[in-house]
């Protein structure tokens, strides 16, 4: 039973355009999410996290979204770069560990 | 070197056998976890520890040991490695199990079994 869900394995964006990664939850008891960034070969990198009293966080071009109601948050990259292309995980966390998505893999064309 | 480094970055192993993939961090984190990241499921947690002499199963343990006698080191075992065990596994550390405490990942080690 996948409680963290990526349902786009890919997405490929212009470069300068804004690139959306979108991520599903079920557990209503998760209180953090976190967004990671893997490039081929290495472990992943954090980039960017989001409590759950907060639907917002932003820090520098990357930009967290959180809709409780709905059990969703994206991921924004505005402008998004060739450097950016790399596999993107969502992980949520509660009582319990890290929960990770299935990962999005990013492609940015220049 | 300071950070976290897993050892072997590769390995080949036949079914049936003992593998060891070590871990190791310098960063004095309290917390370290094993994961198995396979086509179509993300990262998995296998197993985590809290501290030195604590540990606890993740999603899929079952296949796996581990140990953790000092706050650096954290290796993981196959005793009788099996093909599904044929995955790439990160270790990561943290400061804290949950929260929005950032896990810190090693490179990797890309594991096949034969």
């Known amino acids: 039973d996948q409680q963290v869900k990526q349902n786009s394995p890919s997405l490929s964006v212009q470069e300068g355009r804004i690139s959306i990664l979108n991520c599903d939850y079920t557990?209503?008891?998760?209180?953090?999410f976190l967004w990671y960034k893997k490039y081929p070969a290495e472990g992943p990198t954090f980039l960017i996290s989001i409590s759950s009293i907060k639907d917002k966080n932003e820090d520098g071009r990357f930009t967290v979204f959180l809709n409780k109601s709905a059990k969703h948050l994206s991921l924004h990259i505005v402008p998004s770069q060739p450097g950016d292309s790399a596999v993107y995980f969502c992980a949520a966390t509660g009582t319990y560990k890290y929960i990770f998505g299935t990962g999005t893999r990013l492609k940015v064309l220049a | 070197d300071a950070g976290i480094t897993q050892s072997p970055r590769y390995k080949i192993t036949e079914t049936g056998r003992q593998v060891t993939l070590m871990c190791h961090q310098t960063w004095s984190h309290s917390y370290m976890f094993w994961y198995r990241q396979d086509l179509g499921h993300g990262l998995r947690l296998i197993y985590y520890s809290a501290a030195a002499d604590i540990t606890d199963k993740g999603e899929v343990p079952d296949g796996y040991v581990v140990s953790r006698s000092k706050t650096e080191n954290f290796p993981l075992t196959l005793e009788s490695a099996t093909r599904s065990q044929t995955s790439v596994y990160f270790c990561?550390?943290?400061?804290?199990?949950?929260?929005?405490?950032?896990?810190?990942f090693g490179p990797g080690t890309r594991l096949t079994v034969t």
């Open positions: 990561a550390s943290s400061t804290r199990g949950t929260g929005y405490y950032e896990q810190y």
């Open positions: 557990n209503s008891m998760f209180d953090y």
